[in-house]
């Protein structure tokens, strides 16, 4: 219970760094600057992500399709981090994925309203390397992005990038 508490400060707090490095350096954050600081956010999750797919997937015998995987992410993956499953997981079976977790962890501190509706994508970025790191790892190039359309409900797409 600790531990969940303290992953969630220290990822309020490395949003709000990011954010106020950028702003200090240029005074007011327009569209590009917002985009830098998503894109920073997520080069860290995607490192982080790759790390603990590894420890993870250790003593795990290979997967047999990239379903199998996305399955694995939503169970064992996402229990790790978010101390629960997703909630759903769908798939057009062409490389397609959404899964939805309606009570994501990194959005409970911030309102329930619609009032911190446009705070939420920062909060996601992390969130969204972090899958894509795993996923990496796993042998799967993939675009991760995330919406909330009510809090603390998200949804994450997830497109397998075929070679």
């Given at each position: 219970m600790t531990d969940e508490a303290l992953f969630e400060f220290l990822h309020m707090e490395i949003v709000s760094h990011v954010y106020k490095e950028q702003q200090s350096s240029k005074g007011e954050m327009d569209n590009k600057d917002r985009a830098v600081c998503v894109s920073v956010l997520e080069g860290m999750g995607f490192r982080v992500g790759q790390g603990l797919i590894e420890r993870l997937t250790r003593d795990s015998p290979s997967f047999k399709d990239?379903?199998?995987?996305?399955?694995?992410?939503?169970?064992?993956?996402?229990?790790?981090?978010?101390?629960?499953?997703?909630?759903?997981?769908?798939?057009?079976?062409?490389?397609?994925?959404?899964?939805?977790?309606?009570?994501?962890?990194?959005l409970t501190q911030l309102s329930s309203g619609k009032q911190y509706l446009d705070q939420a994508?920062?909060?996601?970025?992390?969130?969204?390397?972090?899958?894509?790191?795993?996923?990496?790892?796993?042998?799967?190039?993939?675009?991760?992005?995330?919406?909330?359309?009510?809090m603390p409900s998200c949804k994450f797409q997830v497109v397998i990038q075929k070679l």
């Open positions: 990239e379903l199998d995987i996305m399955k694995f992410v939503c169970k064992d993956f996402w229990t790790k981090v978010f101390r629960r499953q997703v909630d759903n997981l769908r798939t057009n079976h062409q490389g397609t994925y959404v899964l939805q977790d309606n009570k994501f962890t990194l994508p920062k909060y996601l970025a992390f969130s969204c390397g972090m899958v894509r790191g795993a996923l990496s790892n796993l042998g799967l190039d993939s675009v991760v992005t995330a919406e909330v359309s009510v």
